[in-house]
């Protein structure tokens, strides 16, 4: 029998956060059980951020002659509309007697960065323009500027000096996030940080798509605070590298294993992982292209480093494209 899309989420006994590979690469939908608190009968269980949607179309840098990104994959979610029925399938899977509520079922958008294939929109203005819009100072200021949506936040940097995980209104009291930068624009990493309840540990769903140094202020900082009463539930990085003019704009299998000890999160889980073509006057002078990378060469690289010591494999999740997992 073929696996359903949403058939993980069955039979589960404790909520846990659920996340959905909407486009094959690197775009999201990030479920977080609602503290029970917050659940009345009938009401949606979980809720629902999307990230860096890409759905539609080629990505355009500047003109369509400079820079463009072509997915050579067709996403298995391709609109705002596809997110809304996941969502209302996810629910009806949690909780059957859920009422459909008013307005969208997605709660919010995650925008992580300015570049068209993270602020895309074509794939946007597929989306309920209610849905609150959460976006880096950057691409905040593009979204306004396209005067579609009626909210919109901008996702502040983590100061090094004094890291607070406060929230964001209009988010819930229960979910922060925190742009953590890196050495240059592109390393960067996103922490959504969140309580189930009261009671529990804070958790925090660290998305680093570039890969980031792990030896950089900010996610120093943030690793600290690993010791206050938060864990991380899952690291969100590639294995792949991105080269311009001969160097490597992305941090590969190496990178994104040197945050995973500093981290220690209890899965790795891949993304921004596939192949993508580059086209434009742009790409072509500066010989832009994707190579894959493989997990297995930082490992032997990091035991030549420790003398052979072995210190064990990352558990890793390679997601399927449009089929829901629950993050352990």
């Given amino acids: 029998m073929a696996k359903t899309r949403t058939q993980a989420l069955q039979g589960q006994t404790v909520l846990r956060p659920v996340l959905t ?39 355009v840098l500047f003109f369509s002659r400079f820079v463009h990104i072509h997915r050579p994959f067709t996403p298995s979610v391709p609109s705002g509309t596809a997110v809304e029925s996941l969502v209302a399938e996810i629910e009806a899977v949690a909780n059957p007697g859920t009422t459909r509520e008013d307005g969208p079922l997605v709660d919010a958008i995650f ?31 593009a979204v306004r500027s396209w005067k579609r949506f009626v909210s919109i936040t901008e996702i502040r940097d983590i100061d090094p000096s004094s890291p607070k995980f ?31 309840d009261p009671q529990a540990t804070r958790e925090a769903i660290f998305y680093a798509p570039h890969g980031m ?30 080269y311009a003019l001969g160097f490597s704009t992305t941090l590969g299998p190496a990178g ?34 994707d190579v894959e990378g493989r997990l297995e060469d930082a490992l032997q690289k990091e035991r030549a480093e420790n003398g052979g010591e072995e210190l064990g494999k990352p558990k ?11 993050l352990e």
């Fill in 213 to 242: 140094k792990a030896d950089g202020p900010a996610v120093k900082a943030f690793a600290r605070e690993l010791g206050n009463g938060i864990e991380v539930a899952a690291l969100l990085t590639s294995l792949k590298q991105n």
């Fill in 111 to 141: 925008i992580s960065h300015d570049l068209a294939d993270h602020t895309h929109k074509p794939t946007l203005d597929t989306f309920d323009p209610r849905i609150p819009v959460f976006a880096v100072p950057e691409s905040a200021a």
């Fill in 21 to 59: 590979l909407l486009n094959g690469d690197n775009s999201w939908l990030i479920s977080l059980p609602r503290p029970s608190s917050e659940r009345a009968t009938g009401s949606k269980t979980y809720f629902h951020a999307v990230l860096d949607p890409w759905l539609v179309g080629d990505a």
């Fill in 256 to 289: 994104g294993l040197a945050v995973e000890r500093l981290l220690r999160p209890r899965c790795w889980v891949i993304t921004h992982n596939r192949v993508l073509k580059y086209g434009g006057i742009v790409s072509w002078l500066l010989g832009t292209r």
């Fill in 316 to 326: 890793m999740v390679q997601p399927e494209d449009g089929v829901s997992f629950v």
């Fill in 166 to 196: 406060s929230p964001v209104d209009p988010l819930p009291s229960w979910i922060s996030l925190l742009r953590i930068p890196g050495h240059s624009s592109l390393n960067f990493a996103l922490a959504i940080v969140y309580s189930l």
